[in-house]
């Protein structure tokens, strides 16, 4: 029997409710610390991605230069930390702030890149990459080519050193999944889905798409930017060439492409799975770029097979199979409306 839309619902809350539960319960399952920075990581790139997606995913408007805001967040949280003196837990304080940073950078960058359309758009982001990577390489509040290093707190326990920045990556992560549904179900999502299918027509309806656009942009960019100041905080060091990465912006690409371009769960389901892949690779093979191979030909898969992502593919199967089980029982019922032959005209009653 097919479930109920309530009961429905009451299910995926269910879910989601456990997977938090067992999200929490992650460092307490598997203490080791490699399977911890494996998990950091992880919330990492559930967070970021999601974060694409609230502007690339549900405007259509395709962002390679993300890491621009994640290395903006990145370096605000190294400099900050270091000319105000901060240690320890004090410094996940400055999490929001490289948030705002990165917000900020955001506004001159949507300002010039959303006057283009989408396939422009994609090749202007790729450009403020480009002068963000040369920048942090040769400015010398960036400490240049070199990098900057992370005060690191010496007063944390290393058996549970990791477990700060996994709560802290956690919360960042719920937060932003949770956003992600507000706005899919608001109104303002509602605008950003209208421009994604047709800007024009979207226009026409009274949607200010500059606005609108605008906003998520710098929406996307105060999330990735806190994931960058954490993420840089936990590793210990900024480089240019690490915290400006090109291929973190094809990962997070390629995660929200897997899941389900625009939808909730699936840049979720992206992170999950390639992430920690990525990462098992990584420390499996002695040659670095063999993870990077075989994401490059999973982009093609995806692209070329699953175009619409694991999770909308997946439902599509899920709708055809429900239709066809109700088909087979109102055979099995017998054709609706069926009656009992008229007798003819004429004949003993």
Known sequence: MLAS??????????GVAALIAL??????????????????????????????????????????????????????????????????????????????????????????????????????????????????????????????????????????????FYYVGLIIAVATVALAVAIRRSRYGLQLRAIRDDEDRAAGLGVRAMPVKLSALVLSAFITGMAGALWVYFIGQAVPQFVFDPLFDLAVVLMGFFGGLGTVAGPVLGALVLEPSQLWLNLQESNGYTSEILFGALFLVVILFLPRGVLPTAAEYITAGRARLLRRREQQQGAPGAQAPTPAAGSAP
Request: glycine share 10%; proline share 7%; charged share 5%.
């Open 23 to 164: 999200a929490a319960l992650f460092p307490i399952l598997f203490p080791n610390p490699t399977a911890t920075n494996f998990g950091v990581v992880t919330l990492i790139f559930v967070a970021v991605t999601s974060a694409w997606n609230i502007f690339s995913g549900y405007s259509g408007y395709l962002s390679l230069g993300h890491a621009v805001f994640y290395g903006t967040g990145a370096y605000f949280l190294v400099v900050a930390a270091r000319d105000w003196h901060l240690t320890g837990s004090a410094i996940f304080w400055l999490l929001p702030l490289g948030g705002l940073a990165a917000a900020l950078i955001a506004v001159p960058v949507g300002l010039i890149a959303l006057r283009v359309r989408r396939h422009t758009f994609v090749v202007i982001t790729i450009a403020f990459f480009f002068i963000a990577q040369l920048s942090a390489g040769n400015l010398s509040v960036t400490g240049g080519s070199s990098g900057l290093l992370v005060p690191v707190p010496n007063n944390w326990d290393p058996a549970t050193y990791n477990n700060p």
């Open 5 to 14: 839309p309530g009961a429905a619902r009451s299910l995926r809350i269910a």
